[in-house]
């Protein structure tokens, strides 16, 4: 929360310039801003977009989602929606995805200050934006190493792929998202693992043929094209 322009927190006097300075690596922060005309994306690049755009695959730095306004800012609502996803969305996991603690905090700041059209939740609703993917996930842990234990079956001539999520503690993991597809992605299925550690998946791959898999969820470290023969 402080002071900004459309290239940089004022406050800190932190502009665009510096964000490509960051030696940040793969630590990539999901920032909300509350601060004037930051996500003023009309023009130039605006500071949200330095953050997004800093850095490359080789040498990565910068941010991985930032929230910010395209206009100037109140100080409430907005700190009502930082606070109400820091303090109670994260800390309670309860949405694991920027999309869904963005959007949730932007309903939580309407419940709280309404929806007249011209009142400070729908000012802030329609001035606030997300500068990169909504479906990432955050990790609010260290993220864990898993391991995949594969099988097959075949279910009317057709190989079902069973897959058992593992951590590095030998126990099951839940709700990671198992995506098995062949290698052209003609065909392509995801399903997410149950209490057990297991997700069946079916892409209609016959008897030898071949596929891919990768795994991922909420503080895991990703599995990705993992091969399997039928």
């Known amino acids: 929360m402080g002071h900004g322009s459309t290239t940089a927190w004022s406050t800190t006097d932190f502009n665009t310039a510096d964000c490509e300075k960051l030696e940040n690596g793969l630590k990539l922060p999901v920032i909300i801003s509350v601060a004037c ?20 695959i080789e040498n990565p730095r910068g941010a991985v989602a930032i929230f910010g306004s395209t206009t100037n800012q109140s100080w409430v609502p907005p700190i009502k929606v930082q606070a109400a996803i820091v303090s109670d969305f994260i800390i309670n996991d309860t949405y694991k995805t920027v999309g869904g603690l963005m959007t949730n905090g932007i309903i939580k700041g309407l419940e709280i200050y309404g929806v007249e059209p011209t009142g400070e939740g729908v000012k802030m609703m329609e ?31 057709e ?5 058992s999520v593992i951590d590095s503690n030998d126990k099951p993991v839940a709700n990671a998202r198992v995506t ?15 209490s057990q550690g297991v997700a069946r998946v079916n892409i209609g791959v016959e008897k030898g043929g071949e596929a891919y898999v990768t795994v991922v969820g909420a503080d895991l470290i990703p599995i990705v094209d993992q091969h399997i023969k039928f």
């Open 127 to 157: 001035q606030w934006h997300l500068f990169g993917d909504g479906t990432t996930m955050i990790r609010t842990r260290k993220p864990e190493k898993i391991t995949l234990k594969i099988s097959s079956e075949s279910i009317a001539g």
């Open 180 to 194: 098995c597809y062949t290698k052209n992605l003609e065909q392509m299925a995801s399903v997410t693992s149950n």
């Open 37 to 56: 005309v930051n996500g003023n994306f009309v023009g130039k690049d605006s500071f949200c977009e330095a953050w997004m755009n800093a850095g490359n």
């Open 159 to 163: 190989s079902q792929a069973i897959v």
